[in-house]
């Protein structure tokens, strides 16, 4: 364990010392300003109140999972994969006495962390935003939900995670894996809402599984299947990934 | 080592997949509130266009604004397919005014009376036909389109609903939407609508600003056949008026399906009542001729050319009709000129016509065509009842002007 803690250590270091991540941070808190403004305006513009404190941050969550989210999850994991491939630094990485179960683990636990450290940013500065610019239409009910409901929102983006590093590790170069998760991002979105009754199944309704758990009576059997299709695709992706990767030459 | 390493994965891949195709299974087949409530009310719009015999469909609507009622309405309508008649009674109150709409239709017969009047127009079909009697939505060729518009804009909301299985085959479906759940796009465009709804000063309820929706509500009935009883559906929006009084506007839908295979429509009584009636051929064809016979005889109008800065009498154009009823008319027609005015004209029209009087859906049905005979030119022939007036029309180009009004000549 204690060798796991050190490389997921050495991992997160990494991340917190790459520019992305602090671009991402930036980025996300700029969405919260921006989308701010745009219901300010709509609001003395049209006369719609748009949102209360509480539904901004549902707002912002809404639209970021759907966009910057996924998008920096891709190159996060891009960076912790393809970009110690090509720059030959995975080899110092693997001299060090951790299995290559245990890096690989590590790896996606960092990005797990950047998951969630992006999604608490999101959900305190949005709801901070929420409060100071919006009527109040909160109730302590409400803004339980919405921590729960960013707190879930980690699991579908994991998911994407680990489907990411696993093209990482098929595909060489970090621009194709790149190139192939925001395709199929947007394949797979087009196609949830043609075939809306196998949308279900697909990565990306998933993202929006948040939505369950709003609801004033839980539809515990739909939230139960996806969590279970959630796994069943994490344990798939997960021993696939870790398959190739520990397969690689380097 | 090597070796449980690789079962390990195998078993772990066996296992995801196992998990995720079992699960796949399950949510593919099981089926949502919303899918239920879908299905149900396919499920009835079929049994009512097909098979009930029948029912009586209740639309109400209302609005109030802080609970006093801004408008309302309410749409019963009683279908019988045995005798192919539907009765509806509309009324609808708005601030504070009350208008009522009748209407009775069956194969022969049509009655309808305004709010405005008293009177109650009768439209009797000398051919009676069956009429569409009551038309299944999802049928219609963008019905599918519309659905999945529908499916992608519910959404993520589908599992709102939850459903009740009660003791005796039915459900209770019910679902509520508060402002965290309503998707803020729909919670914006929903506040618009209503704007412009209330926009008007001159209104009792005129809000201008701070408009959300605050709640959807909605329940409904399926009864044991699968067939939707009852739908109730409630939203509630708050805004404020340019005072910064806060109004709460609820918008409540009601529809209910009763009297299955039990509802009665008689045709109303209209003994004592003021009634103005037409005879019409059939539905959506404008009224026929009601007495064809008072048409036989000759209609006339004047020929008219300029002489020395003046209008004069060139000659007369005549039209004789021999012989008329409900299906063709027969006659001629002829130019006759003075002296001094024939020279100056090709030579003057004079036939004879037999023509059979329009029937086809869309055609004039006092109206006829006939053919030049010995010509391709076509003519046409319209016959007023109002005015006891003639219009006549040859097609092709003409040297002159031709008046096609043609007045009844009196012995």
């Known amino acids: 364990m204690a060798v796991f803690q050190a490389a997921l250590v050495n991992e997160i270091e990494k991340l917190y010392k790459k520019k992305k991540a602090l671009v991402a941070v930036i980025l996300t808190l700029a969405i919260i300003v921006i989308g701010q403004l745009v219901i300010v305006g709509v609001r003395s513009g049209f006369g719609v109140r748009g949102v209360g404190s509480v539904e901004f941050s549902m707002l912002v969550l809404s639209v970021v999972i759907n966009t910057i989210l996924p998008l920096f999850t891709a190159l996060i994991v891009i960076d912790s994969f393809s970009g110690e491939f090509a720059a030959n630094s995975m080899r110092i990485t693997l001299t060090r006495p951790v299995s290559r179960f245990k890096l690989f683990s590590a790896k996606l636990t960092a990005v797990a962390v950047f998951i969630l450290t992006a999604l608490m940013l999101l959900l305190i500065f949005s709801l901070l935003a929420g409060f100071l610019f919006n009527a109040n239409s909160a109730s302590l009910g409400d803004v339980a939900r919405i921590v729960v409901a960013y707190l879930m929102s980690l699991l579908p983006l994991f998911v994407l995670a680990l489907g990411i590093a696993l093209a990482a590790n098929i595909l060489r170069s970090g621009i194709s894996v790149f190139f192939l998760a925001v395709l199929g991002f947007i394949v797979f979105q087009g196609l949830g809402m043609f075939f809306t009754r196998y949308s279900g199944l697909l990565i990306t309704t998933e993202l929006s599984w948040y939505n369950l758990w709003l609801a004033s009576t839980l539809p515990l059997g739909k939230i139960i299947r996806e969590f279970l299709i959630m796994v069943g695709y994490a344990i798939i992706l997960f021993t696939a990934g870790f398959y190739l990767f520990d397969k690689k030459e380097f | ?411």
């Open chain 2, 1 to 411: 080592m090597k070796i449980q390493k690789k079962t390990a994965m195998l078993l772990s891949f066996a296992l995801g997949t196992l998990l995720l195709a079992g699960t796949a299974i399950a949510d593919i087949s099981s089926q949502s509130g919303y899918g239920q409530l879908k299905d149900s009310l396919k499920l009835t719009a079929a049994k009512c266009s097909d098979s009930y015999n029948s029912f009586t469909m209740d639309f109400s609507t209302a609005v109030t604004d802080n609970g006093k009622t801004v408008t309302s309405s309410d749409s019963v309508q009683k279908y019988d397919r045995a005798k192919n008649a539907v009765e509806s009674v509309n009324t609808s109150e708005n601030n504070g005014q009350k208008s009522r709409f009748y209407s009775y239709m069956d194969a022969s017969t049509t009655i309808s009376q305004n709010p405005s009047d008293d009177i109650y127009y009768v439209n009797q079909y000398s051919e009676p036909t069956k009429r569409a009697f009551f038309t299944d939505p999802f049928k219609s060729s963008n019905s599918e389109d519309i659905e999945k518009i529908a499916d992608a804009v519910v959404g993520g909301l589908k599992d709102y609903v939850v459903v009740k299985d009660n003791a005796d085959g039915s459900k209770e479906l019910s679902g509520t939407l508060t402002e965290v759940q309503i998707p803020p796009l729909v919670n914006a465009v929903a506040s618009l609508q209503v704007k412009q709804l209330f926009s008007n000063p001159n209104q009792t309820t005129h809000i201008t600003k701070d408009i959300y929706v605050k709640e959807i509500k909605g329940t409904a009935l399926i009864n044991k056949d699968g067939v939707l009883e009852s739908i109730l559906g409630t939203g509630i929006l708050s805004g404020k008026d340019a005072q910064g009084q806060v109004h709460e506007l609820t918008f409540e839908l009601l529809g209910k399906l009763t009297g299955i295979n039990s509802t009665a429509v008689t045709k109303p009584d209209l003994t004592g009542k003021k009634v103005v009636q037409q005879v019409i051929s059939k539905p959506n064809s404008g009224p026929g001729i009601s007495d064809p016979q008072k048409f036989v005889g000759t209609f006339k109008n004047d020929i008219v050319s300029q002489k020395d800065g003046e209008f004069v009498k060139a000659g007369e154009r005549i039209i004789d009709i021999t012989h008329m009823d409900g299906k063709t008319v027969a006659g001629s027609y002829h130019e006759e000129y003075a002296a001094g005015f024939a020279a100056n004209q090709k030579p003057p029209q004079d036939f004879k016509f037999t023509a059979t009087l329009n029937k086809g859906p869309n055609q004039d049905p006092q109206g006829a065509e006939f053919t030049v005979p010995g010509t391709n030119t076509k003519g046409n022939i319209h016959f007023d009842e109002a005015l006891g007036q003639v219009y006549f029309n040859i097609n092709g180009p003409s040297s002159q002007a031709f008046n096609s009004v043609f007045n009844k000549v009196f012995k």
